[in-house]
């Protein structure tokens, strides 16, 4: 009963943190899960190498006594980038199944989906362990094959067209 209870409880604050992460970051939700759909297999073993590498060299770091808050940082990075994850790989299969309709409109509709589905084949004892590493993987390795691997574009509005500046004339104002 507890774990139906956490199970649930993690799926729906996933649901809240993966709509506003995406609420904010809509370009960069879409072009990582662009990334998980031309090149999967790329992505899914530069995951399963970051999955290994990281924690190797975090406790490498560790053992350095002047790299430990260089560990703790990488540490923390690390648990947030397989956190946030599964987002882009539920966005990627909410998108194959959406085919366009409401996929190409916002992020959230297809990660919402493919996160519920998600959520769904992880209940299933070891098949879904087995999904939640290779959703981990995938997820990884997306993220890290970003052209910039890095999110400060991602907060940037879109661009404008130039303005011409201030008018030449300004209406009139009241009359008199």
């Avoid at 960069?28 to 999955?51: M, V």
């Avoid at 970003?146 to 104002?173: H, I, M, Q, V």
């Amino acid at each position: 009963m507890f774990k139906t209870v956490l199970h649930i409880f993690l799926f729906l604050a996933a649901l809240i943190a993966g709509s506003v992460l995406f609420a904010f970051t809509k370009d960069h939700a879409n072009r990582t899960s662009e990334i998980l759909r031309k090149k999967p297999l790329k992505s899914l073993g530069i995951g399963f190498i970051a999955f290994i590498c990281v924690p190797i060299l975090a406790i490498i770091l560790l053992v350095l006594v002047l790299t430990i808050p260089l560990s703790w940082i990488l540490i923390l990075g690390y648990l947030i980038a397989l956190y946030i994850a599964k987002f882009y790989v539920a966005t990627w299969i909410g998108k194959l199944i959406l085919r366009g309709r409401a996929a190409d409109a916002s992020p959230i509709p297809p990660m919402l989906l493919g996160l519920t589905i998600l959520f769904l084949v992880t209940w299933i004892p070891v098949l879904g362990t087995l999904v939640a590493f290779l959703t981990w993987f995938f997820g990884l390795g997306a993220l890290l094959q970003r052209k910039e691997t890095r999110l400060n574009g991602a907060f940037e509005p879109p661009e404008a067209p130039e303005s011409p500046g201030l008018p030449d004339a300004f209406p009139a104002g009241p009359q008199r």
